[in-house]
């Protein structure tokens, strides 16, 4: 035995006197930098001491980790978090590796002194309660500090699972060497008797208290906050559909369990933001508001401390008006305040958990077990009895006999006479020995109804279960408050409660979203943005939702039609088809911006196919689809061969016209758009039309054959007005039926030859064109306005202010423009009569005939003019024709 202990204590001294060479008191010094320069000397002091009485240790390895696991726990538990930096103990834990119990006392007793000198001041400036801790923090905090500071002298800081294992000193050994130490300062330090005398006081006093068995303060696990992704994703779609600018105060709520929990966690998922959520099975609510800034600068500049004093004076108010006792929910109040970054889908946040700094609870005697009370079944079974929603807060009464009685009571029968009988109890989130965080309110609450608990000892309950729903791990605190705090004056009231970040600091927290979202769900809402952005300020009004739902069938994938596929992705649209039977040339790519030099080379790319692709690449969440077919066109022979054919494509076409919404028109010649237009017509389809010239263009909304319903429009001064259902299509023009264009034509006639911006910019007149109508409460039947000069129907620019606007501006019939002159005239035309797409007698036989009627037409265009009566006109074609519109009937009703 004699031999064991020398031989430890040679060890221990050799690697002491190591240790002490490379030591420098002022790096501990230097560490404490927050703190009073007193406080910093005899904090180093105590710090270098230490290692001088390391040989009277009686076990080298038990008391290296007893060392480690307490310099954690001083750090943790006596509140020095909030106001000095861990670095001194971390580098103490990772360097001795050997201590005694003799000097963990003496460093326990000072580090007391220390921190209710400098932790009471630094909490009540920086917001942070003297009893928060945090495993996870004191996990970081030690790991990042030993290998920041120290990594050139000491080896990094082990972090033993087991730090709350505090070792048992007894008070006799205890002042037997507070003396020895008392007598060392006094000796080594003889130069500072006034430091001396001081220090020796705070032993004797500390060493008194000790001795003498005083009561412990009762420390609280804080609130950490776990927040749910989904819980960003409605933030960003209430903040761009709803909130807007606005940057009101939201309600919301948040939960917890007791249910083997792990930390003290309060969650945040995107049910918070239900108004009447229930929180999910085994978990309790707690109640909360979330204030969310516009910017980034809006959420820096906030005064915190006033928002926190803001959040604690409403729960007060709930405590102090008893609205606590018919919802107890109201003392787990929580706040977000927050800032999205809905572009780079960034979200910073701060949680903070409002409490009032009421005198601190001091506690009576050892933390008990449920299950070691005598008669526990009892009290297990008053407990079984009480509703699970009914379990966040309430109260067991006890009758103390020997056969004691237990029963489960509300908050609202609680009677001050009848305190000794009461377990004040509570769904306990913490894992750890200490009670969680909301018990501190509930303790305020009691203390603020009651006055004359003040004084007097309070048993509450902190109920926990475990995995098999059993109570055995719900622990007993019997606590007193000496000191009475009046709640009422709120004025004179502080609060702490701000969460620390994932650094242990005072500060926000940021989450990105982005690496986490599905990258398709991301592009969806980055396309969507500037769209919803729209609604903030520029047009509240505008209905994006129909937009997304509208179905758009598109006739032509060239220039016309790539372009105008393009903007409609831009506006929202997803539902696109389109239809052509070309393939990809290389003279396509510079003008069609659907189509890559790859897709030339590769030969065999049909157009339609490859248009639908690029758009999917574009926005995987737009639904697009192209078919491959030829267009049926007037006056183009079709032979016996290709009859099947040519009825499979009529039927699809028919089947897709039925399906869509809106039709475009965007092919290259003119024949090619008579079945489109009629089909629009007869099913009763909104039709915009784009043709291309040189430098020109004409782009069109055909009039619709639905019925009016309602008041037709306005009768304004100066203007004429047509209404929807009476204005005219693209060939209520012509006075003739479209013939074989792609017959004798040369080289520059069977190309598109324009200018190429032309294409771009009747593309986007037409897609805005359809946006004004989607958004016009007529829709199609919205009229369109003109002023009769001479032979021209147009508006004038003098008269364009007097044209009633929609939503979006005014909403011509069409839109002529020309590049020479970069000159736009809105021309409108009532319906033909005659018309060869959109008449009556046209559309009779085609829902009388259907494809037959279709393949006489295909035959020759000639029939066309005897249906409609055209072909009269055609008699008189050695004679001009001169006629004013007034002498001529343009429609089936009379103008006037």
Same mark, same amino acid.
């Given at each position: 035995?004699?031999?064991?202990?020398?031989?430890?204590?040679?060890?221990f001294?050799?690697?002491v006197?190591?240790?002490?060479?490379?030591?420098?008191?002022?790096?501990? %010094?230097?560490?404490?930098?927050t703190?009073?320069?007193?406080?910093?000397?005899? !904090?180093?002091?105590?710090?270098?001491?230490?290692?001088? !009485?390391?040989?009277?240790?009686?076990?080298?390895?038990?008391?290296?980790?007893?060392?480690s696991?307490?310099?954690?726990?001083w750090?943790?538990?006596?509140?020095?978090?909030?106001?000095?930096s861990?670095?001194v103990?971390?580098?103490?834990?990772s360097?001795?590796?050997?201590?005694?119990?003799?000097?963990m006392a003496?460093?326990?007793?000072?580090?007391?002194?220390?921190?209710?000198?400098?932790?009471?001041?630094?909490?009540?400036?920086?917001?942070?309660?003297?009893?928060?801790?945090?495993?996870?923090?004191?996990?970081?905090?030690?790991s990042?500090?030993?290998?920041m #500071?120290?990594?050139?002298?000491?080896?990094?800081?082990r972090?033993?699972s087991?730090?709350?294992?505090i070792?048992?000193f007894?008070?006799?050994?205890?002042e037997?060497?507070l003396?020895?130490? *008392?007598?060392r300062?006094?000796?080594?330090? %003889?130069?500072?008797?006034g430091?001396?005398?001081?220090?020796?006081a705070?032993?004797?006093?500390?060493?008194?208290?000790?001795?003498?068995?005083?009561?412990?303060? $009762?420390?609280f696990?804080?609130?950490?906050? !776990?927040?749910?992704?989904?819980?960003? #994703?409605?933030?960003?779609?209430?903040?761009?559909?709803?909130?807007?600018?606005?940057?009101?105060?939201?309600s919301?709520?948040?939960?917890?369990? /007791?249910?083997k929990?792990?930390?003290?966690?309060?969650?945040?998922?995107y049910?918070?933001f239900?108004?009447?959520?229930?929180?999910?099975k085994?978990?309790?609510?707690?109640?909360?508001?979330?204030?969310?800034?516009?910017?980034?600068?809006?959420?820096?500049?906030?005064?915190?401390?006033t928002?926190?004093?803001?959040?604690?004076?409403?729960?007060?108010?709930?405590?102090?008006?008893?609205? &606590?006792a018919?919802?107890?929910?109201?003392?787990?109040?929580?706040?977000?305040?927050?800032?999205?970054?809905l572009?780079?889908?960034?979200y910073?946040?701060?949680?903070?958990?409002?409490?009032?700094?009421?005198p601190?609870?001091? =506690?009576?005697?050892?933390?008990? *077990?449920? %299950?070691?009370?005598?008669?526990?079944?009892?009290?297990?079974?008053?407990?079984q009895?009480?509703?699970?929603?009914?379990?966040?807060f309430?109260?067991l009464?006890?009758?103390?006999?020997q056969?004691?009685?237990?029963?489960a009571?509300?908050?609202?029968?609680?009677? @001050?006479?009848?305190?000794e009988?009461?377990?004040?109890?509570?769904?306990?989130?913490?894992?750890?020995?200490?009670?969680?965080?909301?018990?501190r309110?509930?303790?305020?609450y009691?203390?603020?109804?009651?006055?004359? !608990?003040?004084?007097?000892?309070?048993?509450?309950?902190?109920?926990?279960?475990?995995?098999?729903?059993?109570?055995?791990?719900?622990?007993?605190?019997n606590?007193?408050?000496?000191?009475?705090?009046? $709640?009422?004056?709120?004025?004179d009231?502080?609060?702490v409660?701000?969460?620390?970040?994932?650094?242990?600091?005072?500060?926000?927290?940021?989450?990105?979203?982005?690496?986490?979202?599905?990258?398709?769900?991301?592009?969806?809402?980055?396309?969507?943005?500037? +769209?919803?952005?729209?609604?903030?300020?520029l047009?509240p009004?505008?209905?994006?939702?129909?937009?997304?739902?509208?179905?758009c069938?598109?006739?032509?994938?060239g220039t016309?039609?790539?372009?105008?596929?393009?903007?409609?992705?831009?506006?929202?649209?997803?539902?696109?088809t389109?239809?052509?039977?070309?393939?990809?040339?290389?003279?396509?790519?510079?003008?069609?911006?659907?189509?890559? #030099?790859?897709?030339?080379v590769?030969?065999?790319?049909?157009?339609?196919?490859t248009?639908?692709?690029? =758009?999917?690449?574009?926005?995987p969440?737009?639904?697009?689809?192209g #078919?491959?077919?030829?267009?049926?066109?007037?006056?183009?022979?079709i032979?016996e061969?290709?009859?099947?054919?040519?009825?499979? /494509? $009529?039927? =699809?076409?028919?089947?897709?016209?039925?399906?869509?919404?809106?039709?475009?028109?965007?092919?290259?010649?003119?024949?090619?758009?008579?079945?489109?237009?009629?089909?629009?017509?007869?099913?009763?389809?909104? &039709?915009?039309?784009?043709?291309?010239?040189f430098?020109?263009?004409?782009?069109?909304?055909?009039?619709?054959?639905?019925?009016?319903?309602?008041?037709?429009?306005? @009768?304004?001064e100066? +203007?004429?007005?047509?209404?929807?259902?009476?204005?005219?299509?693209?060939?209520?023009?012509?006075?003739?039926?479209?013939?074989?264009?792609?017959?004798?034509?040369?080289?520059?006639q069977?190309?598109?030859?324009?200018?190429?911006g032309?294409?771009?910019?009747?593309?986007?007149?037409?897609? @805005?064109?359809?946006?004004?109508?989607?958004?016009?409460?007529?829709?199609? =039947?919205?009229?369109?306005?003109?002023?009769?000069?001479?032979?021209?129907?147009?508006?004038?620019s003098?008269?364009?202010?007097k044209?009633?606007?929609?939503? +979006?501006?005014?909403?011509?019939?069409?839109?002529r423009?020309?590049?020479?002159?970069?000159?736009?005239?809105?021309?409108a035309?009532?319906?033909?009569?005659?018309?060869?797409?959109?008449?009556?007698p046209?559309?009779?036989?085609? *829902?009388?005939?259907?494809?037959?009627?279709?393949?006489?037409?295909?035959?020759?265009?000639?029939?066309?003019?005897?249906?409609?009566?055209?072909?009269?006109?055609? *008699?008189?074609? %050695?004679e001009?024709?001169?006629?004013d519109?007034?002498?001529f009937?343009?429609?089936?009703?009379d103008?006037?």
């Amino acid at each position: 035995m004699m031999r064991r202990a020398v031989t430890m204590t040679v060890g221990f001294l050799r690697t002491v006197f190591r240790v002490r060479l490379r030591i420098r008191r002022s790096f501990f %010094s230097s560490a404490c930098d927050t703190v009073s320069t007193f406080s910093k000397w005899r !904090f180093s002091v105590i710090l270098s001491e230490a290692c001088c !009485f390391g040989c009277l240790c009686s076990s080298y390895s038990r008391s290296s980790r007893e060392f480690s696991r307490s310099a954690r726990h001083w750090w943790a538990f006596s509140s020095l978090s909030s106001s000095m930096s861990p670095m001194v103990f971390c580098t103490l834990a990772s360097t001795l590796k050997m201590c005694f119990r003799f000097s963990m006392a003496v460093a326990y007793c000072e580090c007391l002194v220390f921190s209710s000198r400098t932790t009471s001041k630094a909490s009540y400036t920086s917001g942070t309660p003297c009893s928060r801790f945090s495993t996870s923090s004191i996990r970081r905090r030690t790991s990042r500090t030993s290998c920041m #500071h120290v990594s050139s002298c000491f080896s990094p800081t082990r972090t033993p699972s087991s730090w709350f294992c505090i070792p048992v000193f007894s008070n006799a050994s205890t002042e037997a060497f507070l003396r020895a130490i *008392r007598w060392r300062y006094c000796s080594t330090f %003889s130069s500072c008797p006034g430091r001396c005398s001081m220090f020796s006081a705070n032993l004797n006093r500390n060493a008194h208290k000790m001795s003498s068995g005083s009561e412990d303060i $009762l420390q609280f696990a804080p609130w950490e906050s !776990f927040v749910s992704p989904t819980f960003w #994703h409605k933030l960003a779609e209430l903040k761009l559909d709803y909130d807007r600018l606005s940057d009101a105060q939201r309600s919301i709520s948040g939960h917890y369990t /007791n249910r083997k929990a792990t930390g003290c966690l309060l969650e945040a998922d995107y049910t918070s933001f239900n108004s009447a959520g229930q929180p999910p099975k085994f978990c309790h609510a707690a109640v909360g508001t979330i204030y969310n800034k516009n910017t980034i600068e809006e959420f820096k500049a906030l005064d915190k401390l006033t928002l926190l004093s803001d959040e604690g004076k409403k729960l007060l108010y709930d405590m102090c008006s008893d609205r &606590v006792a018919a919802d107890a929910s109201l003392l787990t109040r929580f706040f977000v305040l927050s800032f999205a970054d809905l572009k780079c889908h960034s979200y910073y946040y701060w949680f903070a958990f409002p409490c009032p700094l009421t005198p601190t609870l001091k =506690l009576q005697g050892a933390v008990t *077990r449920l %299950s070691d009370l005598p008669n526990g079944s009892n009290y297990v079974e008053a407990l079984q009895s009480l509703a699970p929603e009914s379990q966040n807060f309430f109260i067991l009464y006890a009758n103390g006999q020997q056969n004691e009685a237990v029963e489960a009571r509300s908050l609202s029968s609680l009677d @001050e006479n009848e305190v000794e009988h009461y377990y004040f109890g509570f769904a306990d989130p913490s894992e750890y020995e200490h009670p969680a965080w909301l018990m501190r309110n509930y303790a305020a609450y009691l203390l603020q109804r009651f006055p004359c !608990f003040v004084g007097r000892t309070l048993r509450f309950l902190g109920l926990r279960y475990n995995q098999k729903m059993q109570m055995d791990d719900s622990l007993i605190w019997n606590v007193v408050q000496s000191e009475a705090c009046d $709640l009422t004056k709120t004025e004179d009231i502080q609060f702490v409660g701000w969460e620390l970040n994932k650094n242990g600091k005072m500060g926000p927290r940021m989450v990105c979203m982005r690496d986490s979202m599905d990258p398709a769900k991301l592009a969806e809402n980055s396309i969507n943005l500037n +769209l919803k952005l729209m609604k903030w300020r520029l047009v509240p009004d505008i209905n994006l939702e129909i937009i997304s739902q509208t179905k758009c069938l598109l006739f032509g994938a060239g220039t016309l039609g790539c372009a105008v596929a393009r903007n409609l992705l831009s506006w929202g649209f997803k539902r696109i088809t389109l239809m052509d039977s070309g393939k990809v040339g290389f003279s396509n790519p510079v003008r069609q911006n659907l189509y890559t #030099h790859a897709d030339a080379v590769a030969g065999n790319r049909m157009k339609a196919t490859t248009a639908a692709q690029r =758009l999917r690449d574009i926005n995987p969440s737009a639904e697009t689809v192209g #078919h491959v077919l030829e267009i049926p066109m007037p006056g183009h022979t079709i032979g016996e061969s290709l009859r099947a054919q040519t009825e499979q /494509n $009529l039927q =699809l076409i028919e089947q897709q016209v039925q399906a869509h919404d809106v039709i475009f028109l965007l092919t290259d010649s003119r024949e090619s758009r008579w079945l489109p237009t009629l089909l629009g017509a007869a099913y009763q389809k909104i &039709v915009i039309n784009a043709a291309l010239g040189f430098d020109s263009y004409l782009v069109m909304r055909h009039g619709s054959t639905r019925d009016m319903a309602g008041d037709s429009g306005l @009768e304004i001064e100066g +203007l004429k007005c047509i209404n929807g259902n009476q204005l005219g299509c693209y060939f209520c023009n012509d006075v003739t039926a479209p013939g074989n264009s792609l017959k004798d034509r040369t080289l520059d006639q069977q190309c598109t030859v324009t200018r190429p911006g032309v294409s771009n910019i009747a593309a986007s007149y037409a897609v @805005e064109l359809l946006v004004a109508l989607l958004q016009h409460p007529q829709r199609e =039947l919205a009229p369109a306005y003109y002023t009769q000069t001479g032979r021209q129907q147009t508006v004038q620019s003098a008269d364009a202010g007097k044209v009633p606007e929609g939503l +979006l501006g005014i909403l011509p019939h069409s839109v002529r423009g020309m590049l020479c002159n970069y000159e736009n005239i809105l021309p409108a035309t009532q319906k033909f009569a005659q018309c060869i797409a959109c008449s009556a007698p046209v559309l009779s036989a085609f *829902r009388n005939e259907g494809h037959v009627f279709l393949f006489r037409t295909f035959e020759t265009a000639k029939y066309l003019e005897d249906l409609t009566g055209i072909s009269e006109f055609k *008699r008189l074609n %050695s004679e001009i024709i001169d006629f004013d519109d007034a002498e001529f009937d343009m429609s089936e009703d009379d103008e006037d």
